[in-house]
């Protein structure tokens, strides 16, 4: 019995390690939560009114352009795919990446060839471990993204977009990364960022119905629009990242809580066995010396 009871003392001191692990990743990614909301809250006004000059640009002009004209019968769709480097975040990443599966086959099943682009080590393990081809992909900063990082992941599926197909080039830029909703819900979503098109644009602006003013352009409407497509892109796929990297540290938290609390009732289930098996163990030793007591006085009454 006393060897039950040192497994049992093993087994607590293994958890009450595991607990004190798990509720120090749950502080840090509570922390960093903070930080990731005024980020995401910093960077969607950018967004909005970049978006709004789009807007502006696009019904004020005819030109051609790969930001706002659409091609009769795309063949080919770039996908950008936001995960996490590193896991203990729940289901973030596996909602991710079946939200691309799903986008994936729905492309697919409208004939267009899917070009995948991929941020984070979980979606690049994810897609390797399947022997998928990846277009491009980018590891190393998720949990904190700068502009500088999306400026790098942007640059190249920018060089797609302007390029013919036939060169190897796309006629569709689609992102799917994690919505932060709030620290309870975080919403993975898909979202086509070229070519933009009129019903998107007031999407973003709420749905709301705007009376935008006319413009003259000068040089030219082309030349404003090759200004705004990097920086367009670039403003969405920064805000994107900063959306997914806010839904990764709420995960983890709640993750790392539940691994807690977990830890937790297994520690006061382990208690309570050891209790019990400490209290039949001194159970036993009182019967074992009662027993004794008692055959020795029936020995000492027997030789009287």
């Known amino acids: 019995m006393g060897a039950q009871i040192r497994v049992y003392k093993r087994r607590i001191k293994s958890v009450s390690a595991t607990k004190k692990i798990t509720k120090a990743m ?25 978006t709004r000059a789009v807007t502006a640009v696009a019904t004020g002009s005819n030109a051609k352009h790969p930001l706002t004209t659409e091609v009769d019968s795309p063949v080919r ?11 203990l975040a729940g289901g973030y990443s596996s909602n991710a990446i079946k939200a691309a599966e799903a986008l994936t086959e729905r492309l697919t099943a409208q004939g267009k060839e899917v070009v995948p ?8 393990a994810y897609y390797s471990f399947r022997e ?5 992909s980018w590891t190393g900063f998720t949990d904190s993204p700068t502009y500088a990082d999306a400026k790098r992941v942007a640059a190249p599926l ?3 977009v302007v390029t013919d197909t036939a060169e190897g080039g796309v006629d569709e830029l689609h992102i799917v990364f994690t919505e932060f909703v709030s620290m309870m819900t ?5 979202d086509r960022l070229l070519p933009l098109t009129l019903d998107e644009t007031a999407k973003e602006e709420g749905g709301k119905d705007q009376i935008l003013p006319l413009f003259d352009f000068e040089p030219s409407a082309e030349d404003v ?17 900063l959306q997914s990297a806010a839904s990764e540290h709420a995960a983890r938290r709640r993750a790392m809580k539940s691994a807690t609390d977990n830890a937790e009732e297994l520690i006061k289930s382990l208690t309570r066995l050891a209790n019990a098996a400490r209290q039949a163990d001194i159970t036993q030793e009182i019967s074992e010396i009662v027993g004794g007591a008692s055959a020795l006085a029936d020995a000492t009454a027997g030789s009287d």
């Open 77 to 87: 769709a770039a996908v950008l795919l936001v995960t996490s480097d590193r896991g």
């Open 117 to 124: 682009y991929i941020v984070g080590r979980k979606g690049v």
């Open 132 to 136: 998928r081809r990846i277009a491009e």
């Open 158 to 160: 920018i060089e797609a």
């Open 225 to 241: 629009l090759d200004a705004l497509l990097p920086r367009y892109v670039e403003s969405r796929i920064y805000n994107a990242l």
């Open 26 to 50: 749950e502080m840090i990614a509570a922390s960093r939560i903070v930080k990731a909301q005024r980020q995401v809250a910093a960077s969607t006004p950018y967004a909005s009114e970049l």
């Open 186 to 190: 975080q919403s993975p979503i898909d």
